[in-house]
């Protein structure tokens, strides 16, 4: 079983932020929050990561609890393109394999 | 740089028979693995390889076999197609270990009749 919790689907407005939440109650120390997307029939592209601090690149912003024990991935403009199933995953570099489970569908409409 | 690339796209195949799904990387990756996917789920582990010459099971590996043929090209071959292999396959890879970046290939799609 997926060791993260998400929303099964959310909808959002071209132009507005897209607000991604994600419960990780048994993570540990040493695990990073990574979140992935999958456009329809593509191979899933890695968004962002993080370990405390929060973190930002061109495509996101992942903003972590202070106990770690949930994330949100902000999608600042959301454009119809930002269509997809996101992954929210929490994995260590210990080699453990990654559960995708089943993520959020996320719908941007005009 | 493709990045990672696999082939075939698409293939049918009919029960019982054999086939090899191809992956390549030119990121100079040490780690590469196989994903499937079934519809409106998410990704299961088959294989993985977490260096050339090494090979591990992942969640569900039966009915699978890969080879790590060098450090570009990890292959997974099914001996015996069965309807239940009917799947989208992913292939990826990372630099080190499995707690990295995945970069993933755009998938094959498999259906066993």
């Known amino acids: 079983d997926a060791k993260t919790t998400q929303p099964t689907s959310m909808d959002c407005a071209e132009g507005r932020a897209a607000n991604l939440p994600c419960n990780h109650s048994?993570?540990?120390?040493?695990?990073?929050v990574y979140w992935y997307r999958q456009i329809h029939s593509q191979g899933p592209q890695y968004i962002i990561h993080?370990?405390?601090n929060n973190e930002t690149n061109e495509m996101a912003s992942l903003i972590i609890t202070e106990d770690r024990k949930s994330s949100t991935l902000i999608l600042p403009h959301a454009t119809l393109r930002d269509t997809a199933v996101y992954y929210c995953?929490?994995?260590?570099?210990?080699?453990?394999?990654?559960?995708f489970g089943k993520g959020t569908s996320l719908l941007v409409t005009p | 740089n493709a990045g990672v690339t696999q082939t075939p796209k698409f293939q049918v195949l009919k029960t019982g028979q054999s086939m090899t799904l191809q992956c390549a990387q030119d990121?100079?990756?040490?780690?590469m693995y196989w994903y499937r996917q079934d519809p409106g789920m998410g990704l299961r582990l088959i294989y993985y390889?977490?260096?050339?010459?090494?090979?591990d099971k992942g969640e569900v590996p039966n009915g699978y076999n890969v080879s790590r043929l060098n450090k570009r090209e990890f292959s997974l071959r099914l001996e015996s197609a069965a309807p239940s292999q009917t799947s989208v396959y992913f292939c990826?890879?990372?630099?080190?270990?499995?707690?990295?970046?995945?970069?993933f290939g755009p998938g094959t799609r498999l259906l066993v009749l």
């Open positions: 990826a890879s990372t630099v080190g270990g499995m707690g990295e970046t995945q970069y």
């Open positions: 048994t993570i540990s120390g040493n695990e990073y």
């Open positions: 390889s977490a260096s050339e010459g090494t090979t």
């Open positions: 995953i929490d994995h260590s570099n210990s080699g453990y394999a990654l559960n």
């Open positions: 993080g370990l405390k």
């Open positions: 990121m100079n990756h040490n780690s």
